[in-house]
Each structure stands twice: as C-alpha cells, then as structure tokens.
C-alpha cells in the first residue's frame, strides 16, 4: 500500500476498533437490552397484522440506548424522562402529516430541545440523535388522528418495555453499574504511567459519581475506591500542569449557559438540512436531519469534520448492505431479526468506531420503515437516504461554521480562570460567601461542605459547560487548545478535592491542596 493511500486510510475508515471481546465487555449489556426492546414489539406487531404499530412501538423501545450505564437509582428517572421525550418525538412526528417544512421545523425545534435537555440533567449519548431519528421515522407511518392515537399509544408501550428491560437487571445486581464504573478505574490507574493522567482522573472521578449516585448495598466500593484514589495521586507526575497562555483571563461572569448555543445551532442545522431537502423535493427530508444532528454532535471540532467524511462512508458501506438485504426479499420475520442483529452491531460500535456504527445503522433505518411501510420499494429508500446525506453533511457544517462560532471558546479563558481561583480559595479558605451562586448548587453531588465547596463546585459546573461547547465549535478563538488542557487539569484537581473533603478523607485532600497551590 502507497504511503498516501496509508495515511487516507484513517481519515476515511477511522480508528481501528478494539478487539470483539473488549466491545462485548464494555457494551454488550446495553447492546442486547436495546436489540430486545426494539426487535419484540416490531415481531409483535408484525405477527399481529399490525406492522405499523409495531414500528411505532420499536421507536418507542429506542428508549433503551439512554442512561444505560448509570446507576440505578438514577437510572430510574434519567430512562423515564427519555421515554417521555421520545413519546412526544414519535406523537410530533405524526402530526407534521408528511409537511416537509413542518417536519423539518418540528425535528429542529426537537433537536434544539433535545440538546438542551441533555446537557442540563447530563442524560449523556446518543443526546438528541436519538429524538431526532424516532420524530422522522415516526413521520413516515401516517397521519391519521386514530392511526397517529394508535401509533403513539403503542410507542408508549415500547418505552415502557424499554424502561422494564434497562431496569430488570436491578433484581440480581443492584451495584452492577458502580462495580463497573469502579472496575474501570481500577484498570485506569493501573495503566497510570502509560496514560495520560486527565484520563486516568476521568474513569477515578466517573467511578466516584456512580459509587455516591448508586446502591448502598456494597459499601466495599467506597473503600476500594479511595484506595484507587490514594494509588492515583501517588502516581500523578510532577511538573505536569498545564501553564495557562499568555495575556491572562479576566475573571468569569455567568452570563447565558453555554449549551444555549450549542442547542440554538443544533436546531437551526438540523432545521436547514430538512428545509433544503424538501425544497430539492426529496422525500424523506428527516435523514437530512438526523444526518445534520450527527454531524453536529461531534466533540470537537476536528471530531466534527471527521465524522462528515466517516458518516459519507459509513452511509456507502450502509446502503450497500441495505441494497443486499432488499435484494434478498427476506421474509418479514428474518427483517426483524436482522434490526435486531444491526442493533446490536451499532451498540457495540458507536463508541469505537464510527464509520462501521453508520454502515449497521444505515440498514437499520431502512428496514425499520421498510417493515412499518411495506409498499415504499427498497430502491426508493435508498437513493433518498444518499441524497439527503450529503444534504445534511453540507448544512450541518455550514451551521457549525457559521452559527455563534466562538460563543463558548471565548468565555473558556475567564471559566478557568475562575475555577482555579475558587479552587485556591477553597484551599486557603478565603470565598466570600457573597460570590456563591445559591441556586446552582447540585446537592446530590456536594454531601456535605462550606460555603468554599459550594462556590467551587459551581464554578467546575460552569468550566465543564463551557469547555464542552468550546470542543464542539469548527472556529475556536485563538489559544482554545491551551485552555482547554488547562481546564482539564483544574477541573481533575477541583473535583477530586471536593470529593475527598465530602467524604472527609483528609490525607487525600492534603495532597490535592498542595497540588492546587503548586499548580493552580
């Protein structure tokens, strides 16, 4: 293979994923409750006679792709707020009677919401693509008011089914999530030397968050934990902080959340993508949509433009599996085995390797509404999910590029800032009281503390907001990356000397003091 051809490779395939046994391990659970909470009221309605209802009712098992990770205590209520999003998704998407224009008004408004929605409560992926992707495909099964009340009714009952799926392993493993979550930082901080130590700090401060969200029934945990924590910050290299750049930052005031923008831009993309599809006059102007919202959703800005090309790809390889398996004319029970299998191929993948996730969930959408809506041929389904592709690549960049392009990048240098100053002043006890923002305070995540704790924990909320937004945007302000690293480091610090002070293990927070004073 020529050098030039090597080096496209991984712009056009991406990363190679890990190893089958690694993505079972780390998704496979979430993997099959999603493939079960979808493929059995599709088999049920098809068997049923009522193919229709059963795509309704697997829209409303996607349910099952949210939350699944948590702890179930928290799980709980994360999955039943998505469920009822996603209800509301597949009823909104019926009721746009098959208006270009106010389907693609409608996903937007959806999208913006869903944006908005997920980074407040920190619901975490797929975030609005899945919202997105059940109100478009809800669109296609009709709009008749006693067809749509059916339709919505059985979307209900999936959700239902999808909430009982994620919950039912609770019944003989209630601490499952934590011990995971602890498991993986455990591994983390085993590799400490060989990785870089905002990773390893990351899996530390996820499994700190399960154990304090999760089950009282393994206490171990909590002491395992602090364990973990004591072995990182014996292995956390000297000399390792980022220096802020130069020209300092002003302090941070809170002006409008970040994600305000971040959803603005989301819904007017996603908005766009629909409208211009319609407007070439094709005929499913929600895969413009959903392709802008996926898009958009990169992490970063680099990330944002590879997963253009990846989902170009990825859609190729997609539609040529598509075209075999209509090519085929399987029989109406082995489509619905094949959903659940392509399910499963997505799950597994999204997280690794996104460029095969797109080829499984290609397939996957087609078949869902080649199942719901047997007389649209599969040749039709295919050409338009290429052309409004490209459609929803071209507007989802377009939006990243144009739409508020440095709200976030340029309010990161005053949010690190202020987060390292509060983190001194915690250290040293000097908050004024006056500064803390009483009604952001998270009281699950702060046990117990001072006014000190409270003021920094609102400003590592603030940090890790903004910081989010600033990733995502494809024209950051100069100096972005810098800061960036910066408030990784602060926010690695800040966090762990709120937990150990919560938790009143004082040798650990020691140390984080003295770090903080050495780095902040």
Request: include cysteine; glycine fraction near 12%.
């Amino acid at each position: 293979m020529s050098s030039p051809v090597r080096r496209a490779v991984p712009h056009l395939l991406g990363r190679r994923p890990p190893t089958a046994a690694a993505l079972w391990a780390a998704g496979g659970r979430k993997a099959l409750s999603a493939a079960a909470s979808v493929t059995v009221p599709l088999a049920l309605g098809v068997a049923l006679g009522h193919p229709d209802l059963g795509s309704a009712a697997a829209l409303g098992g996607l349910t099952a792709v949210y939350g699944s990770s948590l702890p179930y205590r928290r799980r709980a209520g994360v999955v039943a707020g998505c469920a009822a999003v996603v209800v509301a998704a597949v009823a909104l998407g019926g009721l746009t009677d098959g208006s270009p224009a106010l389907l693609s008004v409608t996903l937007g408004a959806l999208a913006a919401a869903a944006t908005a929605a997920t980074a407040h409560f920190r619901v975490g992926p797929p975030g609005p693509l899945g919202v997105v992707l059940v109100g478009g495909s809800a669109s296609a099964l009709g709009a008749d008011a006693t067809v749509l009340a059916e339709h919505v009714a059985a979307a209900a009952a999936g959700a239902t089914l999808a909430w009982l799926v994620v919950m039912l392993p609770w019944l003989w493993d209630p601490a499952g999530p934590e011990r995971r979550s602890v498991a993986a930082a455990r591994a983390a901080v085993a590799a400490a030397r060989s990785t870089r130590p905002a990773v390893v700090a990351r899996a530390v401060r996820v499994a700190d968050a399960a154990v304090a969200a999760g089950s009282r029934r393994r206490p171990s945990l909590r002491a395992e934990l602090g364990v973990l924590e004591e072995q990182f910050l014996r292995e956390l290299p000297l000399g390792d902080a980022p220096a802020p750049p130069p020209g300092g930052a002003a302090v941070a005031v809170r002006p409008v959340p970040p994600w305000v923008w971040t959803s603005l831009r989301i819904g007017l993309g996603v908005a766009a993508a629909g409208l211009v599809a319609g407007a070439l006059g094709l005929a499913s102007t929600y895969w413009a949509a959903t392709t802008a919202v996926a898009v958009l959703l990169g992490t970063d800005a680099r990330n944002t433009r590879a997963r253009a090309g990846h989902r170009v790809t990825g859609t190729l390889v997609g539609v040529g599996v598509a075209a075999l398996l209509f090519a085929a004319d399987l029989p109406v029970g082995l489509e619905v085995l094949a959903v659940g299998l392509l399910l499963v191929g997505v799950e597994l993948l999204v997280a690794h390797q996104y460029v095969l996730a797109v080829s499984f969930i290609t397939p996957l959408s087609l078949l869902l509404v080649h199942v719901g809506v047997p007389e649209r041929s599969g040749l039709e389904l295919i050409t338009t999910r290429l052309t409004e592709t490209v459609v929803g690549i071209v507007l989802a960049l377009a939006a990243g590029l144009l739409l508020f392009p440095r709200a976030a990048s340029r309010r990161l240098p005053g949010v690190v800032a202020t987060a390292g100053a509060r983190a001194r002043a915690l250290v040293e006890g000097t908050v004024d009281e006056g500064t803390v923002d009483e009604g952001t305070v998270d009281e699950g995540t702060v046990d117990e503390g001072t006014v000190d704790d409270r003021a920094l924990h609102d400003a590592l909320v603030v940090l890790n907001e903004v910081a989010t937004a600033a990733r995502a945007e494809l024209r950051p302000a100069a100096g972005t990356e810098a800061w960036l690293r910066r408030g990784r480091w602060t926010a690695d610090l800040g966090w762990g000397l709120l937990g150990t002070r919560a938790r009143g293990e004082s040798h650990l927070a020691d140390v984080l003091a003295a770090r903080v004073r050495a780095d902040l």
